[in-house]
């Protein structure tokens, strides 16, 4: 699978950005895509997910601000980040889980993009 995102940028504190990621290659039935940050001295952090039934999951911290959908036409991810906070300051990467929906386990054994930078300043 080859995940080319893209939509990064900086933005000030209250602000939104819409990410992509194109997503081409084999995706079996049974899959899950989503969306990964690392932030400078924090710990990796599943950010949201959408698995190939349709349901999707988020981390606390982005709860109610961001927002996960695909156009399943275009095969392409998106995450709509709203009300952005500096703490959302990161590394974003798009990652899939090409033959399973145990979304769980992908930060650890997803593919991953080339992740954009995010920046939000206070």
């Known amino acids: 699978v080859s995940l080319v995102e893209s939509g990064g940028g900086s933005v000030q504190a209250g602000g939104s950005l819409r990410l992509q990621c194109e997503v081409s290659?084999?995706?079996?039935?049974?899959?899950?895509l989503g969306w990964i940050r690392r932030a400078p001295g924090k710990e990796r952090e599943g950010v949201a997910t959408?698995?190939?039934?349709?349901?999707?999951s988020y981390s606390d911290s982005v709860k109610g601000r961001f927002t996960i959908s695909k156009d399943h036409r275009k095969n392409i991810l998106y995450l709509q980040m709203n009300n952005l906070q500096a703490d959302d300051t990161a590394t974003y990467y798009c990652?899939?889980?090409?033959?399973?929906?145990?979304?769980?386990?992908?930060?650890?054994?997803?593919?991953w993009g080339q992740g954009l930078q995010v920046t939000v300043s206070s």
């Open positions: 990652a899939a889980l090409p033959d399973s929906d145990l979304c769980e386990n992908l930060p650890d054994f997803g593919d």
């Open positions: 290659g084999s995706l079996y039935a049974t899959h899950c």
């Open positions: 959408l698995d190939s039934k349709q349901r999707t």
